[in-house]
């Protein structure tokens, strides 16, 4: 099966993005829509270099277990997935779900490294907005996340040997959904494995299924 990936530079304030569009056609309800956030060594302004690492990787692999348009933004050199960024990003999401049609129901959030960090940032900003979020390997402030998170689906991993962002960030987070009540977690601890844990994450057909079967509402 071909796999594209459409390419967009930068218009109306928005960043670079990249977006896979499954072949064939769309569920009557329309694709679901995952948002797809770098680490930081794919920041950058040529809105290619984000589809490389991580999902990317996995859709190009096996497309077939990837029935979903893809959206992965760019950030800019020097930046992060916070504050004005993510309200860039929220802004271009709302835009790609209206003009493919996406399903509303179906809108995940997921991301690597600092893109972990900007999963989490995005969903304590908008916790309404998902029907599941997927950080690999990231952090966020755990009251916020007890907070503001404690109705929606999550499946965190991260590596044991992580040298990069430690493994005691997820730990904590996991304890902080544990007290939010939340009865959809799940938490992926990879033995031996250091910061690239998202190479196994995103081929874990068990956690493909379950991304899949989230609706909100």
């Known amino acids: ?91 271009l999401l709302g835009e790609v779900e209206r003009r493919a049609k996406a399903d509303p129901r179906r809108i995940y959030l997921t991301g690597l490294s600092m893109g972990g960090h900007g999963a989490w940032n995005m969903a304590i900003r908008y916790p309404d907005k998902f029907a599941a979020l997927a950080p690999i390997c990231g952090a966020a402030d755990p009251f916020a996340v007890m907070f503001n998170l404690g109705h929606l689906p999550v499946w965190n991993f991260h590596g044991d040997a992580d040298a990069v962002v430690p493994v005691e960030f997820s730990r904590v987070l996991r304890q902080a959904l544990e007290r939010s009540g939340n ?29 899949f079967s989230q609706k909100r509402g």
């Open 1 to 91: 099966m071909r796999v594209r990936f459409r390419y967009f530079d930068a218009h109306s304030g928005h960043l670079p993005f990249a977006l896979y569009v499954p072949p064939g056609r769309p569920p009557a309800l329309g694709w679901p829509l995952i948002l797809f956030l770098h680490g930081s060594r794919e920041r950058g302004q040529d809105g290619k270099k984000q589809t490389t690492v991580g999902l990317g990787p996995a859709i190009r692999e096996n497309p077939e277990a990837w029935p979903a348009l893809v959206l992965m933004p760019q950030c800019p050199q020097g930046l992060t997935w916070q504050g004005t960024v993510l309200e860039t990003v929220y802004a």
């Open 183 to 211: 009865k959809n977690y799940h938490f992926t601890e990879y033995a031996g494995v250091d910061h690239n844990s998202w190479d196994r994450a995103y081929r874990e057909r068990e956690f493909i299924r379950w991304l």
